[in-house]
């Protein structure tokens, strides 16, 4: 299948005079996660991961991906012709460096511009220019191909109400203005879709677990012209805009008004808007390139948004803890369960919670080796059969109107070797370092990185993936430009700085193929400590309510003020969850929460 689909689009490229056609894992506006219309590169390779570049030449291909990909994309790619480029990896080429080594003087390179990012596809027009090769980007070449290609979204848009917000849209767009103002820039084009949403309060459901609406926004002083499936707008959506002057045209429109705006300066972000939209931009107009603003206004969570996430995380809690004690007390009894059911059992829990809109993401359930393949999805095929031995990692959140959720537990379900429980404790151990963690104002994620990588590290043991990355509010579950990871990412705002308000998730972790992987994932957000001489010292909060499973802590490999911190927030979830459980589960988690103490060696 995937085979003939090559053959296929090669027949194309052939009749083109096409040498390279590169297809990014991206919707028109630059998203990680997208709806089924924009599943291309899935769709030419088999592989079904959130990130990849797919570089097809008229004789051989390549799949890009990183490190939490790389065991599943091996599998996935087997029987196709396709060779996986392990990104990050030393000897691995950049895409385009693998574009420059199989592109001759005066070839083509093809793409879909609008799934493209425009920095990505200005640094490619640089390389190909010393080779006085071309570019088409005008055509989406394998919409020819996915004949039963499924349409675009047409779900509705919803309005987020300010107590959920706790922002008015006016105060929100007089905060942007004031921005472009200070930029000397009059008119600002927004294509991503999680700071649409977030600058109009209103989210959608045009992508699965990531609550947005497809739409571009064009701001000037004096309006903001919303480009958007009319469709999808109720009237009560649409009066309500109205009153911030919020002007709705269709979704298409935004490449002919982007062609007519003139004389304007206008501020654009190249990693935020697609190459073929900047290509649209007039000559005559004035290009300002900075981070959209609303990236980090978004990043940083206001007071209502941040007591909403304090009360969702109990909430979340409570489902996810019922889950636990069924798993427990399910897996002593001997009954059948395997990685879907038990996502379904913890998805039914969270439903049962007030406010619950969807999951955040597909459930990551991964029983042993599964688990060592960071981004597991169970299929009917994989679908493993959980036995009272081993561990299963479950990585899951919700949407709810009061913000996201996302928590990792690995749970011992029997018998578990010494290093594994080795293993889960150190990671434990770097959680919680990270946690606990106080610093200057001005430190960055990858200050405070080694903080969680550390006890791995010393060791020699490491994970292919960041310590943690931002998390938005009834938005993405991965959210810019906050995170923490231990070395700079091309594409990436890794110097950011961590301000108060950002809400950062932490989940070291262990992945050993072939053989089991451990996470342990809480969300935490930045608020201030002391200030004195030194500065304004910054410390976290730990906003997740969810026990740890001191089945497979070992003590051995943690010290009295370990043992102190792990102790103090199983208090912390304890009375936090317990008055909203009934007897026997109050009674359950008491004593999975129960205090640990350091055994003393002989």
Request: aromatic residues 10%.
């Amino acid at each position: 299948m995937i085979k003939n689909r090559l053959i296929q689009l090669r027949d194309i490229m052939s009749d083109k005079k096409i040498d390279v056609y590169v297809i990014k894992t991206a919707d028109f506006h630059q998203s990680e996660y997208t709806g089924v219309y924009f599943d291309e590169r899935e769709f030419m390779s088999g592989f079904t991961g959130s990130a990849g570049t797919l570089v097809i030449t008229n004789t051989k291909s390549a799949l890009f991906t990183d490190g939490r990909y790389f065991i599943q994309a091996e599998k996935q790619l087997q029987g196709t012709e396709i060779q996986l480029m392990k990104a990050d990896v030393t000897g691995t080429p950049t895409i385009l460096e693998y574009i420059d080594a199989n592109i001759s003087k005066n070839g083509c390179v093809a793409f879909d511009g609008r799934t493209i990012e425009a920095a990505w596809g200005l640094e490619l027009e640089k390389m190909l220019n010393k080779k006085d090769a071309t570019i088409l980007y005008d055509k989406d070449y394998v919409d020819i191909i996915w004949t039963a290609r499924p349409p675009l979204s047409k779900e509705p848009a919803f309005l987020l109400d300010v107590k959920y917000a706790g922002e008015p849209v006016k105060d929100k767009l007089k905060r942007l203005r004031s921005e472009m103002s200070h930029k000397n820039v009059d008119t600002h084009l927004i294509a991503t879709l999680d700071d649409v949403c977030w600058l109009l309060n209103i989210r959608g459901n045009d992508v699965q677990y990531n609550p947005v609406v497809l739409a571009f926004a064009v701001i000037t002083m004096q309006e903001v012209c919303l480009f958007i499936d009319e469709d999808k707008l109720s009237t009560e959506v649409k009066n309500v805009l109205a009153v911030d002057n919020i002007i709705i045209k269709a979704y298409e429109d935004v490449y002919s008004y982007v062609e007519k705006i003139g004389n304007t300066s206008i501020l654009i972000d190249l990693e935020r808007i697609n190459y073929s939209l900047y290509n649209k931009i007039p000559a005559t107009a004035k290009t300002v390139v900075v981070q959209n603003p609303t990236v980090l206004m978004k990043a940083i969570k206001n007071r209502i948004e941040i007591e909403n996430l304090k009360a969702v995380h109990v909430k979340d809690g409570v489902a996810v803890t019922k889950f636990l004690r069924w798993l427990k007390e399910n897996m002593i009894a001997g009954k059948n369960i395997t990685e879907i059911s038990a996502a379904d059992y913890l998805e039914k829990c969270r439903r049962e919670q007030e406010g619950f809109i969807e999951l955040s993401f597909n459930t990551i359930s991964a029983y042993n080796s599964n688990a060592a393949m960071m981004h597991y999805s169970a299929t009917d095929q994989s679908n493993a059969v959980l036995k009272p031995e081993g561990m299963l990692l479950v990585d899951s959140g919700g949407q709810y109107y009061e913000g996201t959720t996302d928590v990792t537990r690995t749970i011992a379900l029997g018998l578990v070797t010494k290093q594994m429980k080795k293993d889960f404790t150190l990671t434990l151990k770097g959680m919680l370092n990270l946690s606990s963690a106080k610093f200057l104002y001005g430190c960055s994620g990858m200050n405070l990185d080694i903080l969680a990588r550390g006890p791995l590290w010393s060791e020699g043991i490491d994970y292919r993936c960041g310590t943690g990355h931002g998390v938005g509010y009834l938005l993405n579950v991965h959210e810019a430009p906050n995170g923490f990871r231990w070395r700079h990412i091309p594409g990436r705002n890794d110097p950011c700085v961590i301000e108060e308000g950002m809400v950062t998730s932490n989940e070291p972790g262990v992945y050993i193929e072939g053989s089991y992987g451990i996470r342990i994932e809480n969300e935490i957000v930045c608020k201030k400590a002391q200030k004195n001489e030194y500065g304004q010292f910054m410390e976290f909060e730990t906003l997740t309510v969810v026990p740890i499973d001191l089945d497979l802590v070992d003590t051995e490999y943690l010290n009295e003020l370990d043992i102190e911190r792990l102790n103090k927030y199983h208090q912390f979830v304890y009375h936090c969850l317990a008055p909203y459980l009934d007897d026997k589960e109050s009674v359950w988690l008491k004593k999975y929460t129960g205090p640990v103490y350091k055994i003393a060696l002989k």
